[in-house]
Structures are given as C-alpha cells and as structure tokens.
C-alpha cells in the first residue's frame, strides 16, 4: 500500500470485527482501508487481523481496538466470543510495536468531542447543555455504555458495562412484568 506507518484501529464485536488503515496525512475521517470480517469465523483477534494485514501490503507502527467487554491492564475476556485479548500478544503476534484495548464504548466516546454538525441527527429536538454530561448507548450483540463527564481540560470518559445488570423488581408493577416476562420467555 505505502511505505508510511500506518494506524491499524478495530472495532471488535460479538458478531462482526470491523478493521481500518489509517495514515496521518490521510487524516482520521479518511481509512485507507476497511473490512468486515464475522468474528465467530475466526479464533481469535490476532488472526482476523493477520488476515487484513496481509492484503493491505502496509507498515503498522501502532493499533488500537475497541472491544466489546471489560478492558483492564492491557487485557480483555469479550463478552460475546470465546476470545481473551492480551495487548502485548497481539503485539508481539503482529509485529505491531504499539497495540492498545478499550472498551468499545469507551472508544466510542472519545470520538463524540470531534464529531461535526453533519455527523449528527436530532432524534428530539430540544436544547442541550454544551457543558453537560454526556453518555453513549449502543444496543449491538449486547448493550454498550460510557459516560463523558466534563472537566477542565475536556471529558473524562467512563465504560459500563450497563446491559449486564439484571432486573431485581421492587413494587407490585415490577413483580407483574416479571411473572409476564417469565410465562413468555
């Protein structure tokens, strides 16, 4: 492809991993390129990405993946495959020098400073609060959450893994939705 390093960044999910190039002076709005690949057709992260690689012909300097599921230390079981990601693995499998995990979400969230007014839809019209707390829902294979809470020098960002609470009803109303969710599921 080029002789430039180049930014390998992945959306690793329960049912799809989406992987894209990146260079700098394409800028973060323009991948190079980008594939889809069914995650369960695949071992693991370190081979989905060895396949995109390969057809991509690119030098990698560094990779960041957002992956569905608690991150911590470099480290992530996912939640909706039977995969665990080791940053430091897919490094040094890869030959990539920099590889780092984030919650899905959490990347998501970083991202929703830098989005444009085109990049967005009013889904109920109403005045927001440019200096309020923000969070980021996505229902996919599960259901993923993060909060941005503004400080002052930008957002501090927070992943939850929200969609794994259950239901604990508490009134009369709840015990009934539970009975009728019990008789159809």
């Known amino acids: 492809m080029t002789s430039q390093k180049m930014l390998l960044a992945g959306d690793v999910g329960g049912t799809k991993t989406t992987l894209a190039l990146y260079s700098h002076d394409a800028g973060p709005r323009r991948p190079l390129a980008v594939e889809t690949f069914p995650s369960n057709a695949y071992p693991d992260l370190e081979s989905v990405a060895r396949t995109f690689l390969k057809a ?3 030098a990698v300097a560094s990779a960041c993946f957002g992956v569905a599921g608690p991150v911590r230390g470099g480290k992530a079981e996912t939640t909706n495959l039977p995969w665990s990601i080791e940053a430091k693995k897919v490094a040094s499998t890869l030959g990539i020098p920099r590889v780092f995990l984030l919650n899905d979400l959490e990347a998501t969230a970083n991202a929703i400073p830098y989005l444009e007014k085109n990049d967005l839809v009013d889904l109920s019209p109403g005045t927001g609060d440019p200096g309020g707390a923000m969070a ?50």
């Open 56 to 58: 991509q012909n690119a």
């Open 136 to 185: 980021v829902i996505a229902p996919g294979t599960g259901l993923g959450q993060a909060f941005l809470f503004p400080t002052a020098s930008g957002f501090s960002i927070r992943p939850s893994e929200g969609g794994h609470a259950d239901f604990a009803p508490r009134t009369p109303r709840e015990d009934a939705l539970l009975a009728f969710l019990r008789q159809t599921h």
